[in-house]
């Protein structure tokens, strides 16, 4: 059993905001992974190390524009959207019973945002837990569920208190050989009043020679 690998990877982004908001960006991630026995994992992944980059360009219409100056929103421009760096530390418990796979994971989520709402919270630094489970039949198709984004916010009723809110997130994976194909649903408990998000990811395994 090979207890120890690394790896990384260089990434491209492309999003839209309906018709008249898109993106293209860049960045790279690299993680290490250190198997403690048969069933136990141990990980660490640092994203966005180089500082993710996201410039985004806007044209919309007169009509558009008069619909956000109407709604008392500002008309967004183009401008640069940077990720700051983040590690993710782990473990995680897998197992085979026939041809089903299971898989529990447990991560905490470091960066630099220092955002107030986080679980734990600094000045210059946050914490974030998150956990999810996968089922898989065969290898080649998966079932995952999970709970991310847990925040303390204001109470937009009584600005003087604190609510608690999380976001579930459920997925279906494909393993097609060398393809990879995945797609997530999230928010979809809608806790934010954020419309969710259809989350999809296409990856394909270099294998060396030998």
């Known amino acids: 059993m090979e207890k120890f690998s690394v790896g ?8 839209s905001v309906g018709s008249f908001g898109k993106s293209w ?10 198997k403690m026995s048969e069933n136990i994992t141990l990980g660490a992944s640092a994203r966005d190390i180089t500082t ?3 410039a985004w360009s806007f044209n919309l219409t007169e009509d558009e524009k008069k619909v956000y ?16 760096p983040r590690l993710i530390i782990g473990a995680a ?18 960066s630099t945002n220092g955002t107030k709402a986080s679980v734990i919270s600094g000045d210059n630094f946050n914490i974030d837990p998150t956990f999810g489970i996968e089922l ?3 290898d080649k198709v998966f079932i995952r569920a999970g709970v991310g984004n847990m ?38 408990g809608n806790v934010s009043g954020v419309l969710v998000s259809h989350i999809f990811t296409l990856g394909l395994d270099f294998v060396p020679r030998s």
Do not use: C, M, W
Request: charged share 15%; proline share 3%.
């Open 52 to 54: 993710t980059f996201n």
């Open 151 to 188: 925040q303390s916010i204001i109470n937009p009723v009584n600005t003087a208190q604190r609510i608690f809110e999380v976001q579930p997130n459920v997925g279906l994976g494909l393993k097609l050989g060398r393809l990879k194909v995945d797609y997530a649903l999230a928010n979809i």
């Open 25 to 34: 960006g860049f960045g790279a991630d690299v993680s290490a992974r250190y």
């Open 69 to 84: 100056q109407t709604t008392n929103n500002e008309i967004p421009v183009s401008s640069t959207e940077l990720t700051l």
């Open 8 to 15: 990384g990877n260089i990434k491209i982004i492309h999003r």
């Open 93 to 110: 418990y897998h197992g085979q019973k026939g041809n089903f796979s299971y898989l529990g994971e447990l991560d905490l989520n470091f």
């Open 136 to 138: 898989g039949y065969y």
